[in-house]
């Protein structure tokens, strides 16, 4: 794709509200397809408050006559049981796209991918109990560490990294386990037939090639984190993204530095993830820059050139655009509707 084209495809700048806009609609019509009739047994939110502006899911529960039950409390966390994960009882009801309760679910905590949907015959206080105990995680060194399980963004990978004992222990009160993969694709993990709760005495057992995994499951946001506590280049401000593409755009921009054999430090991802987040989303797409890429990276054996590269911010944002749009005509189509990684316990 050219320039020129680049520019025609996106004739106006990306806007982040209809971004999210377009998505929340995606993702009402997927709530929707698994509300759409009665369930056998009482059917479950789990929302990550750290994700959601401060109040909103005590307004929200409020608004819709709903109880909350902060999963932190009666934790060593309980002092940020507000930042933690909540469970909250969904009627039973067949709920349209239209139901006040997908929409507001879907406009905030979905696009906001803060939201988990799960089932259970089990009592609810017996749910919160159970979950706690998993919320505990133990290093070989017998250190103590939380389970984000409950992070939407990472919460089914991580639950199939876990040994499958774990995991089936785990997953063994529940019917389901869905939520969004970082591309609002669906994704879940089909419950055990077995009923009852597991005997399983916690917390998790966390060796180092399962610590190494889990920690690679947060390598982006750890990326873009890194570049907001320590902005390389404060006078260049980040392009306008949500934070659902800022991921998307940050892992796409790295996968195909790695392919055109660039080796990689972690000074260098910084700057690549940099450069796609505030000149130009789509650097490797052009001849041009990955030709200067090639020569440099051989000169110079790294990749901190590309935070003298900001003629293209302009064109960055038209990418973007472009970008925007591609992933959202994707999502639209279907194509992200399909639940993957779907596993049965």
């Known amino acids: 794709m050219t320039e020129k084209e680049e520019i025609n495809l996106a004739v106006q700048e990306h806007n982040p509200d209809v971004f999210k806009s377009a998505v929340a609609k995606v993702l009402g019509r997927n709530l929707s397809a698994w509300w759409g009739k009665i369930e056998a047994s009482p059917r479950y939110a789990l929302i990550d408050g750290a994700l959601c502006p401060e109040g909103w899911i005590e307004a929200w529960c409020h608004e819709h006559g709903l109880d909350a039950e902060p999963l932190f409390l009666r934790m060593p966390e309980a002092a940020f049981h507000a930042k933690g994960p909540h469970l909250v009882e969904i009627p039973s009801t067949v709920m349209g796209n239209s139901h006040p309760l997908v929409r507001s679910l879907a406009e905030g905590p979905g696009v ?3 939201l988990t949907i799960t089932a259970s015959p089990v009592p609810i206080m017996k749910l919160h109990a159970h979950l706690r105990g998993f919320l505990n995680g133990a290093l070989e060194d017998e250190t103590s560490v939380l389970l984000r399980w409950y992070d939407a963004r990472i919460g089914i990978p991580l639950l199939n990294a876990l040994p499958e004992t774990t995991r089936a222990a785990f997953m063994r009160p529940f019917s389901y386990w869905k939520s969004w993969d970082w591309h609002y694709r669906p994704v879940e993990i089909i ?17 180092e090639e399962l610590l190494k995994t889990v920690n690679g499951l947060n390598n982006i946001q750890h990326l873009i984190a890194h570049l907001e506590r320590e902005a390389p280049i404060s006078e260049v401000q980040p392009l306008p993204m949500c934070p659902a593409l800022r991921h998307y755009i940050a892992e796409r921009e790295l996968q195909q530095a790695l392919t055109l054999g660039f080796a990689l430090s972690l000074r260098d991802q910084l700057a690549v993830v940099w450069y796609a987040l505030h000149v130009h989303p789509n650097v490797w797409h052009h001849a041009y820059m990955r030709e200067a890429a090639q020569k440099r990276f051989a000169k110079m054996n790294n990749m901190s050139w590309l935070y003298d590269e900001r003629a293209s911010r302009e064109r960055g944002g038209f990418a973007l655009a472009a970008l925007a749009n591609a992933f959202l005509e994707e999502l639209e189509t279907g194509s992200g509707n399909n639940v993957s990684a779907r596993e049965r316990y």
């Open 191 to 207: 419950g055990s037939l077995k009923q009852g709760l597991p005997e399983f005495s916690t917390p998790a057992p966390i060796d």
């Open 112 to 114: 906001w991918q803060a």
